[in-house]
Nanobody, 124 residues
């Protein structure tokens, strides 16, 4: 399975973007589907996760109420709807997957399957 993230771009503060992560190769059957982001000079940080068996979702405090993670299992797609974007949301966004859910879902070290990243730039 390979992941490919898309949908990034330049948007003004307060605007919206929807990121997509497409799985190719075979059906995505991973329990954990996650979005991380990495701003210049900073470490990769957790953004949002979905635990597919329970459909539970988890968000970083910084994006809670503004971002929504979702999946379209029929199309093997993962989404991140981003609303009310702020300049501090500027980063490269990565999707990742893990076969078995891990309680430390927010830690990037637990993921071995990654998309290539898509750049989101929010201007003030």
């Amino acid at each position: 399975v390979q992941l490919q993230a898309s949908g990034g771009g330049l948007v003004q503060a307060g605007g919206s973007l929807r990121l997509s992560c497409a799985a190719s190769g075979r059906t995505l059957s991973h329990d954990a589907l996650v979005w991380f982001r990495q701003a210049p000079g900073k470490e990769r940080e957790f953004v949002a996760a979905v635990r597919r068996p329970t459909r539970s979702t988890y968000y970083a405090d910084s994006v809670k109420g503004r971002f929504t993670i979702s999946t379209d299992n029929s199309k093997n797609l993962l989404y991140l709807q981003m609303n009310s974007l702020k300049p501090e949301d500027t980063a490269v966004y990565y999707c990742a997957a893990r076969l078995i859910w891990n309680v430390q879902y927010y830690n990037p070290v637990h993921y071995s399957l990654w998309g290539q990243g898509t750049l989101v730039t929010v201007s003030s």
